[in-house]
């Protein structure tokens, strides 16, 4: 896909990520935008997202443009760009997306059929930042773009560690380094660097954990109430999930909390073994191989129960 091609044409547009967007839903969002702008300085690029962790509201370029509670005097975006997502996870954009005249979708979700009349979505692919790059003129990248496409690659690769991270994506990574001198100080603030408030959740979930199946499973979770006790709001369980699957002799972490409207949501990870997304997506959710998540109402222990035995099923399988 030729991202100009695709929008040629368009003078409103609207972009959108997924709900509690991360390093790679507000990368590739910001990227997008501000490339069209470039591109066609007299074409209005809007991006819509849900309130940002403090580390992404700093380092992603632009952030101050950002639209928040799907606020816009539009009422029909000639052209949506979905990104990181399918439909249905879009938060207040989802109007927004639905009135367009015409909708592209550029992902690497594996649980994505396409929710575009256009769509990119490969699977193999590291990070919506690295598909999206692939649609775009390398000539029009500037500091700005590079940065934020750096910013989704390091988040969603958990810093060039996951599996889909590929030669490409390595070579990507490189061409863009070139633009972000302070990269060092771009990977730890996105990725590694914690609040003293997130240092706490995440020491509670640990020391709570509990492994099961002879060891290859653990899991953890913290309530709504518990979250409150901790004045942990939303955005200070990224990673958890990741820290848990650390643990030595476990192939899968499975990190449930508690949420204000007394749902659940649930954050997967595999070690490889255990396909993470076909357990979320049978499940209502969706995601990929190695990291998947998914929400649910009612009791979380007969959920980890649930998830034990898929995981053990798996297991046995293979
Ligand atoms: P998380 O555990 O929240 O970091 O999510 C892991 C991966 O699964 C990310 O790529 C998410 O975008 C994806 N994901 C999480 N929840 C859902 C869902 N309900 N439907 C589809 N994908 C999801
Ligand atoms: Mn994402
Ligand atoms: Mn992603």
Not at 80 to 107: M, W
Not at 188 to 198: C, R
Not at 218 to 240: F, S
């Amino acid at each position: 896909m030729n991202l100009l091609d695709e929008i040629a044409g368009a003078k409103t547009i609207g972009i959108a990520g997924h709900e509690r967007p991360d390093g790679d839903c507000i990368g590739s969002c910001m990227a997008c935008a501000l490339y069209i702008e470039k591109a066609f300085p007299d074409v209005r690029a809007d991006v819509f997202a849900q309130e940002l962790p403090g580390s992404l509201l700093k380092n992603i370029p632009a952030s101050e443009k950002i639209r928040y509670n799907g606020a816009t005097d539009i009422e029909h975006y000639d052209c949506f760009i979905v990104l990181d997502t399918g439909a249905g996870r879009l938060a207040e954009a989802e109007k927004h997306f639905e009135s367009a005249l015409k909708t592209i979708n550029i992902d690497h979700h594996v649980s994505n059929p396409g929710a575009g009349d256009v769509n990119c979505i490969d699977p193999e692919a590291s990070s919506t930042c690295e598909v999206l790059y692939r649609t775009m003129d390398p000539s029009l990248i500037d500091e700005k773009i590079a940065r934020c496409l750096y910013i989704g690659i390091v988040t969603d690769t958990g810093v060039f560690r996951y599996n889909t991270t590929s030669a490409a994506t390595m070579e990507l990574a490189g061409k863009l380094m070139g633009y972000c001198k302070d990269f060092p100080d771009i990977v730890k603030e996105v990725f590694y660097a914690k609040t003293p408030v997130q240092q706490k959740v995440m020491g509670y979930v640990l020391y709570n954990s509990v492994l099961s199946l002879e060891g290859r499973l653990i899991t953890g979770m913290i309530t709504y109430d518990e979250l409150q006790r901790l004045h942990a709001g939303i955005n200070d369980i990224e990673g958890i999930s990741s820290q848990l699957m650390l643990t030595e002799g476990t192939e899968a972490a499975v990190f449930i909390h508690g949420s204000q409207n007394g749902e659940f949501r649930v954050s997967m990870r595999s070690a490889g073994r255990v396909d993470c997304a076909a357990i979320t997506g049978k499940l209502g959710g969706g995601g990929h191989a190695g990291a998947a998540g998914m929400t649910f109402t009612g009791d979380p222990l007969d959920m980890i129960k649930t998830i034990e035995q898929m995981v053990k099923d798996q297991l046995d399988a293979v």
